[in-house]
């Protein structure tokens, strides 16, 4: 591709994988947990990315690219490898683990975008858009997470809700 807005039709399609990732990770992890409450959440925050999804694509359309519309091998591999130790372990802080730490990395692609210089103007604010609710993901699920290391008893287990 030789359009003028190369640069900045990869970064989105780079961005909407990972969203996509952490989508269907939160639906994964809706269907993994027993918590009613969790799954609400979860359920709710995969709605949410999939919002972020159809907003980044259609900034790319608006770019004159094709918008990314699957998410990553890798991120699937690492789905099927926390849906195996969740069936081992049968730990709710597991599943919140794993997704505070998809968390992490999507907030950090996020603000490495953000810091990229080569972004056009308009760009970059569709993309601290984004980030926005990004970010509100990511601290709800850090919270929780610290909020559950907090309710363990004496042999790491968590109390009953």
């Known amino acids: 591709m030789s359009s003028p807005n190369h640069h900045d039709i990869h970064v989105l399609n780079s961005l909407i994988e990972t969203t996509i990732d952490s989508a269907d990770g939160y639906?994964?992890?809706a269907k993994e947990t027993d918590k009613p409450?969790?799954?609400t959440m979860f359920e709710a925050r995969s709605f949410e990315r999939q919002q972020v999804t159809a907003d980044l694509q259609g900034a790319v359309r608006t770019l004159g690219g094709e918008p990314e519309d699957d998410g990553t091998i890798l991120a699937k591999a690492h789905r099927a490898f926390l849906d195996v130790k969740h069936?081992?372990?049968?730990?709710e802080q597991a599943v919140v683990n794993s997704v505070e730490n998809g968390e992490d990395f999507i907030k950090a692609k996020?603000?490495?975008?953000l810091e990229d210089s080569a972004v056009s103007a308009t760009t970059r604010?569709?993309?601290?858009?984004?980030?926005?609710t990004v970010k509100d993901g990511h601290d709800q699920m850090r919270d929780l997470k610290h909020s559950l290391e907090g309710q363990k008893d004496?042999?790491?287990?968590?109390f009953p809700n």
């Open 27 to 29: 639906r994964e992890a």
């Open 154 to 158: 004496a042999d790491g287990r968590l």
């Open 125 to 132: 604010e569709t993309i601290r858009r984004a980030y926005t």
């Open 37 to 39: 409450g969790f799954r």
């Open 110 to 113: 996020f603000e490495g975008a």
């Open 87 to 91: 069936a081992l372990l049968r730990d």
